[in-house]
């Protein structure tokens, strides 16, 4: 079965500290990969996606960065933490099924907190 | 740019009334999906919806989606308390992309 784990589940960073934030899947193989940020209270913002190794779509101007070095793995990175950054982190994935149900699993959420 | 809206933002109910939550999207959509998400929780997948009109059921939730495919709804009959939580609509924009952009959302409180 296919299991996607993020960590770490809570962070409290400095305004000006790096971060980055790790996701990785198992279980399945050439999977759509998402990050997505969700302020207290409010919706998903889509933050970057990738359909595939070193194919990352950006989707809002920002002082963030995605990778994805391997296959299954998606990074979520800063240089410098602003203020607000903060908010819940999370990481999802779908398969690759054009045509088909594209459901997304999402994984467990980061609790970013930038001081 | 691309927008999903949904409304209400919140809606308190008395348990055994029922809820509706409507998702409008500003672009054409290929296909709309719609997630629970518990307090503290991460978004749990409902169902995907993807043709013109078309109506689907789970039990108490009955999900449709607009002959345009731009809007979409869902419906819940007589609510319970564990039916808490916000409610999401997420549309693929553009068609084929895998991009979905996500609705504000509507959280629902069962009174019991």
């Known amino acids: 079965s296919q299991t996607i784990h993020q960590w770490p589940a809570t962070l409290v960073q400095p305004v000006g500290s790096p971060l980055s934030l790790e996701c990785t899947v198992e279980g399945t193989s050439n999977p759509n990969l998402y990050w997505y940020r969700q302020a207290a209270g409010r919706g998903l913002q889509l933050l970057f996606y990738?359909?595939?190794?070193?194919?990352i779509s950006s989707e809002v101007p920002q002082n963030l960065s995605a990778s994805r070095p391997q296959d299954r793995q998606f990074i979520l990175s800063s240089k410098k933490l602003l203020l607000s950054d903060s908010g819940f982190y999370l990481c999802?994935?779908?398969?690759?099924?054009?045509?088909?149900?594209?459901?997304?699993?999402f994984g467990p959420g980061t609790r970013l907190t930038v001081l | 740019g691309q927008q999903v809206m949904q409304i209400p933002q919140y809606q308190h109910v008395q348990e055994g009334e029922d809820f509706t939550t409507y998702c409008n999207s500003s672009t054409t959509l290929s296909n709309i999906q719609w997630y629970k998400q518990r307090p503290g929780g991460h978004p749990v997948f409902l169902i995907q919806l993807v043709k013109s009109g078309e109506v689907k059921k789970q039990k108490r939730l009955t999900f449709q989606f607009g002959e345009a495919k731009k809007n979409s709804s869902l419906h819940i009959t007589a609510t319970q308390t564990t039916d808490v939580g916000t409610y999401f609509c997420a549309g693929e924009i553009p068609s084929g992309t895998y991009k979905y952009i996500f609705g504000t959302g509507t959280r629902l409180k069962v009174l019991a």
């Open positions: 999802a994935w779908s398969a690759r099924s054009y045509g088909s149900v594209n459901e997304q699993f």
């Open positions: 990738s359909v595939g190794i070193g194919q």
